[in-house]
Every structure is written in C-alpha cells, then in structure tokens.
Nanobody
Framework: QVQLVESGGGLVQPGGSLRLSCAAS????????MAWYRQQPGKQRELVAG???????NYADFVKGRFTISRDNAKRMVYLQMNSLKPEDTAVYYC??????????WGQGTQVTVSP
C-alpha cells in the first residue's frame, strides 16, 4: 500500500532554514509526480511545491525564491528545502502523491513552527 512518511519539521527562528523529507513506498516512485502541501490552523490545505517525474518544479508564489523541492528516485525520497522562513510559514506540511486514477495520498504531516 502507498505510504508517505514525512520528517524534518521543528521549531526555527525567523530567517532560519529547515529541510523536510518524505519517504515514499508502495508505488512506482520514479514515474510519479510528487508535491508538498501545508495546512495552517483554520485554513484549507494549500499547495506549496510540486515536482514532476522529470524533476520539473512549480511553486506557490508565497514560497518562490525561498523553498526548493527536489527528489532522489534511487532513495524514493522527496525533499523540501525551506530557507528564509517566516512566521507565516508555520503550518503542518504534508507530502502528497496523486495516483493515475486521481486518488490523493498523504503522509501524517510534520509540524513546522517559525517563531522567535
């Protein structure tokens, strides 16, 4: 079965950096697009960044120039490097895989808190 396991969240000061990791299993990772989403308290989950099977990337405007998504097909991992973090980046971050038939799979999420 599909499993996505995120790690790397934590508490960081404004301007700091974190690297989130997502370990994927249960599907053909190398041909799959992957994404990171986030959900802030009281808000809907929103797309942060996506990466295609050929490593083309796209970013939400609010993270462009600060966050970088990448993947390692050999390790079945997807990463989110987050730099210049702001308090408004505080959220639970989720790894996402959408199957060929449109089913969304999510990890358990990892909390990122940006605070002095």
């Amino acid at each position: 079965q599909v499993q996505l396991v995120e790690s790397g969240g934590g508490l960081v000061q404004p301007g700091g950096s974190l690297r989130l990791s997502c370990a994927a299993s249960g599907f053909i990772f190398s041909i799959s697009a992957m994404a990171w989403y986030r959900q802030q308290p009281g808000k809907q989950r929103e797309l942060v960044a996506g990466i295609t099977r050929s490593s083309n990337t796209n970013y939400a405007d609010f993270v462009k120039g600060r966050f970088t998504i990448s993947r390692d097909n050999a390790k079945r991992m997807v990463y989110l490097q987050m730099n210049s973090l702001k308090p408004e980046d505080t959220a639970v971050y989720y790894c996402n895989f959408k199957s060929a038939i449109g089913t969304d799979y999510w990890g358990q999420g990892t909390q990122v808190t940006v605070s002095p």
